[in-house]
C-alpha cells in the first residue's frame, strides 16, 4: 500500500503540537478501514502525567466519532531516526487494532519510512484474553 499521503498528514499535524517543555513535536494519522483518516498530535501539560501523545489523540479522537476499525497508523516527530510509539500508545492501539495485520508506519518522510506490525512492536501485549471470566469484576 502507498502510505505517503498517510505520512504527509502526520507530518502536517505535528506542526500543531503543544510541546512547550521538550520541544519535540509528534504528529499522527491513524488510516480506518473504510479510509478515513484521523490525526492527531502531542499536547503536553507541565504536569507530565497529564501529556496525550499523538498516536492516543488520533485513536481517541476516531474512537469519539465511532470510529472502532483500524488499518495502519503513521508516525512522525522531530528526531533523524524512524519514531516508534511508546508503551502506552502500543497498549491503546491493541485495544482495538489486530496485533498480526495492524501496520504501524515510522516516517522520516514521505520516502523515507519503515512498516512494522503492531505485534513486532508489542509481543505479548495484555489483552482481554487476560482476563479471566468475573475474576475483574
Same mark, same amino acid.
Not at 483518516?37 to 498516536?55: H, K, L, M, Q, R
Not at 483500524?70 to 512522525?76: E, G, P, R, S, T
Not at 512492536?121 to 468475573?134: E, H, I, M
Given at each position: 500500500? =502507498? ?23 509528534? +504528529? %499522527? %494519522? ?7 483518516? !484521523? ?22 479522537? %476516531? ?6 476499525? !483500524? ?5 512522525? +516527530?522531530?528526531? =533523524? ?14 485495544? !482495538?487494532?489486530?496485533?498480526?495485520? !495492524? ?8 520516502? =523515507? ?10 509481543? +505479548? %501485549?495484555?489483552?482481554? =484474553? ?8
Amino acid at each position: 500500500m =502507498d502510505y505517503r499521503g498517510l505520512i504527509a498528514r502526520a507530518m502536517e499535524v505535528k506542526q500543531s503540537a503543544y510541546a512547550p517543555y521538550s520541544h519535540f513535536r509528534v +504528529g %499522527a %494519522a491513524l488510516l480506518t478501514k473504510n479510509g478515513k483518516i !484521523f490525526t492527531g498530535c502531542n499536547v503536553e501539560n507541565v504536569s507530565y502525567s497529564a501529556t496525550n501523545c499523538a498516536e492516543r489523540t488520533a485513536v481517541y479522537k %476516531a474512537i469519539s466519532e465511532g470510529e472502532r476499525e !483500524f488499518a495502519a497508523i503513521a508516525v512522525n +516527530g522531530d528526531n =533523524d531516526d524512524y519514531l516508534p510509539p511508546c508503551g502506552v500508545c502500543r497498549q491503546v492501539l491493541a485495544e !482495538f487494532c489486530d496485533m498480526e495485520t !495492524f501496520e504501524v508506519i515510522l516516517a522520516n518522510n514521505e520516502e =523515507d519510512y519503515q512498516i512494522v506490525t503492531l505485534d513486532r512492536l508489542l509481543p +505479548g %501485549a495484555f489483552s482481554v =484474553d487476560n482476563l479471566k471470566s468475573g475474576d475483574a469484576f
